[in-house]
């Protein structure tokens, strides 16, 4: 399909462009940024004033449940909620039954997602074999199926000397490693930060300096090996400050952080909330300052989700026994906008973390829109009110801590490969 | 008593101002004589059906609801579903959603996750009386202690109450911490740094000691809690020896708290550990009328949640 794409606020920091400029597509590739341009033949043509038209948002942390956990979502639903959100391509988390931890599962995410998905899905493979934490997945194999990286994701590789040799290994593949980061042993039966709030709640509190010595770890091992590694959902103000100093130092450590993590603190518990349940938990307010500061300074690479659709069932019932994770997929953009509504980030910053980074850090070619890219695009208006409802999410399921609530900023359409996906509500 | 009693459940003593806690220590007060009558009942909860629902084993608690609600005329039925449904897999929920299609009017539950009975709330319109939930509050525990020293004091503001032990882990330091403090008293919490949970001198009006010595210093009542060697015997503490050495409470360092200071212990108690057996069996212990004054105040709770009116 060709498009014009007619006076929008073009922001493109792989180019560094940032203009009210037409966009044209051909083909499904980009052809021309430029004022004035003129409809292709046959071109279908989106009136983009006032809306920002940027390169395709990329969600480098979802669950899609698919395979084997189809119940709370799957390919098709998960991508519809992301093209929804906004975004054009998916990076989705091995953590399904069986685990991708070889190249047939892999296969069956990226054959499903190009046949009935309405968003690119990359895959991750897993670290180690059925995510157990004693032996490494073929991560050639995995990288050949077309798996962007390996993450034993929803837990950590507690074994530092075979994390020490996945980075290895990986880097000699040349696969990104994506750490989660945690101590289990000071984890413990926590369900919630530790703090204030877990002592009048009573619940059992997960300190910080879980994730931090993890992290910690983490950096160590990415500098002793010379190798990347990325390090997923950074929710503390100490894992902050120690990747702000190992990339100061030259450490190739990347990472990402939710919306959740810069939206709320662990009072969104109280009430025994569990949509307000997740690992690594809401943190206190310094938290929310640093993980801020540490998008604006650059320290943050990346705005990731961490989607994680569970059944109602496994999120109503008491605190404990409820199930990690929130949705975030339809949430994700209207949350990192309003980074940009309290100048925390500027506008040009936000498409970088939802978009150019994601790709560089994971060598995917998407994020930009350079005449003969991938027509991949997202058409933003940052000012449209809507309110977050259960039943008009696509996503299976509705573990949303935002039901009810009003959101500043959406999609007004998503474009994959020139074609339109997604358009308004 | 001007107070009405509006709450439909008592899940945790934050949840009610000094108002309250106050008309529920009155009743429980007038509730003594009747526990004192050579004929122990009264009819005023006749035809109310009250379950006892206990997740976790107790004998104290679950014997002084089921006196309470007997000595009130209710019917009450005790279910312990570590061996039943919850071992088939039933859900919280869906227990309590079989067990209100009985119709019971009251439902007192313990249960070892913290919050599980306002989950249950949302789930049931009975009542829901808290019998303790994980680490949150036992506000029955928490009410049984302020009757038992208004009976020594008369009053509940202005004391220096310690609390001694496992903070972190204690339900009922908590439900004592918001009590007491609502009341107009000052608490003093001791402990081992690693059972003394954060930001904890912020539930109240809380001061955090760096001894047991200069907590209980001129203390009007002094609160031990139970040490758990199951739980607090593998990081929190080298073993119960050196935890009772320096978190003990022994005829020594008792003499620091004012002449006859109330002590008392929620139960059950370990001997030579937490407290010494000459305190617990000494004459300043408060242990058994704790116990007592334990049936009077769930009564008491028993009553208002059924919205009725005193005779």
Not at chain 1, 19 to 36: F, M, Q, R, S, Y
Not at chain 1, 43 to 56: H, L, R, S, W
Not at chain 1, 261 to 268: G, K, Q, R, S
Not at chain 2, 1 to 7: R, S, V, W
């Amino acid at each position: 399909m060709n498009l014009l794409i007619k006076g929008g606020r073009v922001i493109d920091p792989s180019q560094g462009i940032d203009d009210t400029l037409d966009l044209v597509v051909e083909n499904g590739l980009v052809k021309e940024i430029g004022p004035g341009l003129t409809a292709p033949a046959g071109a279908e043509t989106i009136d983009a004033g006032g809306k920002y038209v940027v390169p395709g948002l990329i969600d480098m942390h979802v669950h899609l449940r698919d395979p084997g956990l189809e119940y709370k979502e799957d390919i098709i639903s998960g991508t519809k909620a992301a093209v929804a959100g906004g975004f054009t391509s998916l990076v989705c988390m091995p953590n399904t039954k069986p685990a991708v931890d070889n190249k047939t599962v892999a296969s069956y995410i990226i054959n499903k997602a190009k046949a009935e998905g309405f968003c690119n899905v990359f895959p991750v493979g897993t670290i180690t074999q059925g995510m157990h934490g004693d032996r490494l997945a073929e991560m050639g194999e995995l990288k050949e199926a077309g798996c962007v990286a390996v993450s034993d994701d929803g837990k950590p590789v507690t074994n530092s000397e075979l994390m020490r040799r996945a980075l290895q290994y990986a880097n000699g593949i040349g696969i990104l490693v994506i750490s989660h980061a945690e101590e289990l042993e000071l984890v413990g039966e926590g369900v919630m930060n530790e703090g204030f709030t877990s002592t009048e709640l009573g619940l059992k509190g997960i300190p910080r300096v879980a994730e931090d010595i993890a992290t910690a770890r983490e950096v160590m091992l990415a500098e002793y090996v010379g190798a990347p590694v990325h390090i997923a959902h950074v929710s503390t103000k100490g894992s902050v400050q120690i990747i702000r100093d190992a990339k100061a130092r030259g450490v190739k450590v990347t990472c990402e952080t939710a919306p959740h993590y810069f939206t709320l603190t662990d009072d969104a518990v109280r009430g025994y909330n569990t949509t307000a349940k997740m690992n690594p938990p809401l943190r206190e307010a310094d938290d929310v300052a640093a993980i801020k500061q540490g998008l604006k300074d650059g320290t943050i690479d990346a705005i990731a989700t961490d989607h994680a659709p569970h059944h109602i069932d496994e999120k109503d019932v008491e605190f404990n026994a409820a199930m990690n994770g929130i949705i975030g997929l339809e949430t994700s953009l209207p949350l990192s906008l309003s980074l940009v509504q309290q100048g925390a980030l500027s506008p040009n910053q936000l498409v970088e973390k939802m978009s150019c980074n994601p790709a560089k850090i994971l060598s995917i070619d998407r994020g930009t829109l350079k005449p003969g890219s991938v027509a991949d695009i997202t058409v933003i208006d940052p000012a449209r009110g809507w309110t977050v409802q259960a039943d008009q999410l696509a996503s299976k399921s509705k573990n949303s801590p935002w039901l009810g609530e009003a959101m500043t900023g959406a999609a007004a359409v998503t474009v994959v490969a020139g074609n339109v996906v997604f358009s308004g509500r | 008593m001007a107070t009405e009693f509006k709450h439909k459940d008592i899940i945790a003593l934050r949840d009610l101002n000094k108002d309250e806690i106050e008309l529920l220590i009155a009743t429980a007060e007038s509730m003594r004589e009747v526990n004192s009558r050579a004929i122990k009942k009264v009819p005023t909860l006749r035809g109310k059906t009250i379950i006892n629902l206990f997740y976790e084993s107790s004998t104290r608690t679950r014997t002084s609801f089921e006196i309470a609600g007997k000595r009130l005329s209710a019917d009450t039925v005790n279910i312990a579903p570590s061996n039943s449904s919850a071992t088939k897999g039933e859900t919280l929920a869906d227990t309590a959603l079989n067990l209100l299609a009985m119709k019971p009017d009251i439902i007192v539950m313990r249960h070892a996750v913290s919050g599980s009975h306002y989950f249950l709330s949302k789930k049931v319109g009975c009542s829901i009386i808290n019998a303790g939930d994980g680490a949150h509050e036992h506000p029955s525990q928490g009410l049984l202690d302020m009757l038992t020293i208004k009976d020594r004091y008369g009053r509940l503001d202005g004391l220096k109450v310690s609390i001694v032990g496992d903070i972190t882990h204690s339900r009922v330091a908590r439900s004592d911490i918001q009590g007491l403090t609502k009341m107009g008293s000052a608490i003093y919490l001791a402990g081992p740094p690693t059972m003394m949970p954060p930001g904890v001198e912020r539930l109240g009006n809380v001061t955090v000691c760096g001894t047991m010595k200069e907590a209980i210093q001129d203390a009007d009542v002094v609160i031990m809690l139970r040490i758990q060697q199951e739980r607090q015997g593998k990081t929190l503490m080298p073993n119960a020896r050196e935890y009772s050495r320096y978190f003990g409470l022994n005829p020594e360092n008792l003499k620091l708290a004012k002449p006859d200071a109330v002590v008392m212990h929620p139960g059950p108690i370990n001997r030579g550990v937490e407290m010494s057996s000459y305190v617990v069996d000494g004459s300043q212990s408060h242990i058994l009328k704790q116990v007592e004054n334990g049936v009077a105040v769930r009564m008491a709770m028993l009553y208002h949640v059924c919205g009725g009116e005193l005779e």
